[in-house]
């Protein structure tokens, strides 16, 4: 929210935020739904009370169904002058990083033959367009369904997440579920960075030329990235869909179970009626 108005890194903006927002919305739950271990730990920093139930938003069947399909491709060779595309899914927005990203190809090894593909729209789109003007490839810009999306994804060599801020970042589980190795920003306001497998999938945020260093080593090592990929690719499986339903239910039958034994050993009060405003107003005005 606060990235959205150029002040995602004012620290006493952001705090009026959580303060706002502990006070009068988190603080008088028992229970806070997040979506990160990360975010978990954000807020109980901040003093959120809550029991925290870190849970993923989770991904549909498609992506890991697609993974199992990748995994079943007979996969031919590239010409050593063959495209290698490199996609990102996210909002065209400052705190999402695709800049970075086409300022690394431009120190890359490849950058004669890296097609960039950015699934998303948003009003850095016109910057990119232009600042991608000097690549040999200019990278394009899509904005596809779920179906679209999964394709680009089987037809992608390698997924880059640079974005500074994320609580998540589902698209980031999507695109390595479906067999893909990420190379991912390793921002310290950002979760994403939990799904690395190990440091070769994580580059310093904010830096091209380390960007451009992990691309390539991935493309330099063909082989090594066709293990992890498969790594990769289990790895989703423990983010599906169902089984944060299940998550999810649990914490909920948690709190009912909660509230009926509190109800069982408090005693009854009188219901307080709430004084509406035309009838508190008429009793100030009396007071004239």
């Known amino acids: 929210m606060t990235s959205s108005v150029s002040m995602g890194k004012v620290e006493w903006f952001n705090e009026l ?5 502990r006070h ?18 954000m807020i109980a920093e901040r003093g959120y009370t809550a029991k ?25 060779k590239k010409a050593d002058d063959a495209p290698i595309k ?3 899914i996210g909002r065209l927005s400052q705190e999402k990083r695709q800049d970075v990203i086409i300022n690394a ?13 950015f699934a998303g729209k948003g009003p850095e789109y016109e910057k990119y367009v232009e600042l991608g003007k000097d690549l040999k490839h200019q990278p394009q810009f899509i904005y596809v369904g779920r179906d679209e999306l999964i394709e680009n994804l089987l037809d992608t ?3 880059v997440h640079a974005s500074d801020m994320e609580s998540e970042a589902i698209s ?6 479906t067999g893909l190795v990420p190379v991912i920003a390793n921002s310290y306001v950002s979760a994403t960075p939990q799904f690395a497998l190990d440091g070769r999938s994580l580059f310093i945020p904010g830096d091209p030329k380390d960007l451009a260093r992990a691309i390539d080593y991935w493309l330099d090592h063909p082989g090594e990235r066709r293990v992890m990929e498969e790594k990769y690719r289990q790895f989703g499986r423990q983010y599906s869909l169902a089984t944060s339903v299940e998550m999810f239910e649990q914490m909920l039958n948690e709190e009912i179970q909660e509230n009926e034994a509190r ?20 009793r100030v005005a009396a007071l004239f």
Do not use: T, W
């Open 86 to 88: 490199i996609m990102m």
């Open 105 to 117: 190809v431009k120190y890359s090894k490849y950058a004669d033959r890296i097609q960039l593909v």
């Open 157 to 159: 060599d390698l997924y």
């Open 24 to 41: 009068n919305i988190y603080n008088r739950v028992r229970h806070v739904h997040v979506p990160s271990q990360f975010m978990g730990n």
């Open 263 to 282: 109800i069982s050993i408090e005693p009854l009060r009188p219901v307080r009626r709430r004084e509406s405003l035309g009838r508190r107003l008429r």
């Open 52 to 76: 925290i139930h870190p849970i993923s938003n989770g991904i549909q069947e498609a992506f890991m169904e697609a993974g199992e399909r990748k995994k079943a491709m007979i996969r031919v």
């Open 17 to 21: 935020f959580y303060r706002s927002f």
């Open 172 to 177: 980031c589980i999507e695109a390595f579920s």
